[in-house]
């Protein structure tokens, strides 16, 4: 499930930020941003908030420290993703 759930992440990705890469290509604790990261840019990320709030079901809030720790990776919007879903 859980490798499944993590293509989806990278497909989202790809797709938010018209990347020319497959979601196959991206390390899942590859920075999205910054150097030696993706380049994502602000208009990416706004777009992947909004594209990984609708496709997933989750919230992103609104704190720019927490959205940065977030969608830092891959990796760390799996993470989140899967902690929105646990049962409470």
């Known amino acids: 499930m859980s490798a499944e759930l993590m293509l989806e992440v990278k497909k989202t990705i790809v797709e938010a930020a018209w990347l ?13 941003y910054g150097p030696g990261g ?10 992947l908030i909004f ?14 420290e927490v959205v940065k720790k977030i969608l830092h990776t891959a990796s760390s919007i799996l993470d989140e993703i899967l902690r929105q879903r646990r049962p409470t």
């Not at 020319?20 to 999205?32: F, Q, R, T, V, W």
């Not at 993706?38 to 777009?47: A, N, P, R």
């Not at 594209?51 to 720019?64: G, N, Y």
């Open 20 to 32: 020319k890469i497959s979601p196959s290509e991206i390390a899942n604790d590859c920075p999205l």
């Open 38 to 47: 993706l380049g994502l840019e602000s208009i990416d990320m706004t777009t």
């Open 51 to 64: 594209d990984l709030e609708k496709r997933f079901s989750i919230r992103i809030p609104e704190d720019p």
